[in-house]
């Protein structure tokens, strides 16, 4: 059994990385628009492209990182040097240049581009970190959910204090206050991966002979059929959260209009996501990865609908319902990371190769386009539905906010449902895996 400090040691850095995840995830795109002053469908070209470069360096990132040799083994060496230039390129991407509006456009293609891509070369290895530390089913959920539960609180913490750190009366404007809080929040994030660095140990490795080719890799990734089945999980998990944590602070302000509860509905939800996670894990290891994920989506997608049909007035239901979508949501951010690294082994079993970080990074790869086709999306539609900016919104603006908001995401957990019924790769047929693997590994000593 993995020892606490090792649990908590790794799930710190998600901790630091959630803080940044969190903030461009929720407040960039309305950065964007209402800070920098950029319109809805430049924003979405700015999100979407930069996203989707992103997601195409993932799967060259896990492959030099599973080719990557060091004292410090294959994983670790990046989080030890690669938090400070994460922290800095985030502060670049949230801050206002003095520029026409063609070089902030400019501006905002180049600096959130770079954030992704060193983004990737700190995250791909930091995920690829879940397969390497332990080969054990249960210990994997108990990894993850140590993980998971962190992340959660980097993103409660960024939730809670971004809308009022930056609109604080120490700075002279929010693009001031920006820069300050993506300051504190590089500062925070390089000292915790630097933690994951020390306290975490790469025990499971590929032998020799089990590593693989560039084009043993790739076979790795496209006869796996388990993988592409929680790649489909995980897109509809992250486009359904992209998108809600896109339009919140949007629905908060114009429909609502109150912008000040931005933080505490955030934290609020955020809080209960956290305090499922041991819930989550607990009804994994009772009823299967996949089982548990499908009941999340089901009180997901019923909570949606209550959602949408409770009025803007009715903050306590906002909350509720908002609260229990965001408990529905947590199996799938939680348990998704845990059933990667069995297809790593399923592929293993099969192959007679072991290439984690290839099948981490491609699984990254689909999030990630998830996530750049959620949070572009968003923008898109905005622009589409006549959004201004720091404006009075029209009826059909309101009308579409709040429909993206409580109607998008059902559509796409239905999707997330089905696929579930698909996943085979549970508890018993994972431990005849490894079994097998551990049988074979005298035979090529």
Known sequence: ??????????????????????????????????????????????IFFARLVDAFTDPLMGVIAERTSSRWGRMRPYLLFGGVP?????????????????????????????????????????????????????????????????????????????????????????????????????????????????????????????????????????????????IGIFCCGMLSFTIRMTVTPYFFTYNVGDPSLIGSFLGT??????????????????????????????????????????????IPFIYFWGSLVAVGSTPVAVLGWAMIPDTIEYAQSKLGYRADGTISSTASFFQKLAKSIGGAGVALLLGVFGYVANQEQTAEAISAIHHILTLAPIGILIILVLLTFLYRLDKEAHGRIVEDLELQEPKSS
């Open 86 to 230: 994460l922290a800095l390129i985030a502060v670049l991407t949230f801050t206002v240049p003095d520029f026409d509006l063609q070089g902030r456009i400019i501006w905002a293609y180049v600096t959130y581009t770079l954030f992704g891509l060193i983004y990737t070369i700190v995250t791909i290895p930091y995920t690829t970190l879940t397969a390497s530390m332990t080969a054990d089913y249960t210990e994997r959920i108990r990894l993850s959910s140590y993980r998971i539960g962190f992340a959660f609180a980097g993103g409660w913490i960024a939730s809670m204090v971004t809308h009022d750190f930056v609109g604080h009366s120490v700075f002279s404007s929010k693009a001031e206050g920006y820069i300050g809080l993506m300051t504190v929040f590089g500062f925070i994030a390089t000292v915790l991966l630097w933690v994951t660095f020390y306290t975490s140990r790469e025990v499971v490795l590929p032998q020799d002979h089990e590593k693989p080719s560039i084009s043993q890799s790739l076979t790795s990734v496209i006869q796996n059929p388990p993988l592409f089945i929680v």
């Open 1 to 46: 059994m993995m020892r606490r400090s090792a649990l908590v040691g790794y799930g710190v850095g998600d901790f630091g990385i959630n803080l940044f995840f969190m903030s461009f995830m929720t407040f960039l795109v309305i950065f964007y628009t209402d800070v920098m002053g950029l319109d809805p469908f430049t924003v979405a070209g700015v």
């Open 269 to 314: 939800t955020l809080g209960c996501m956290i305090l499922s996670v041991p819930l989550t894990s607990m009804v994994a290891v009772k009823f299967g990865k996949a089982a548990t994920i499908r009941l999340g989506a089901y009180l997901a997608i019923v909570s949606s609908v209550g959602f949408y049909l409770t009025p803007v007035g009715s």
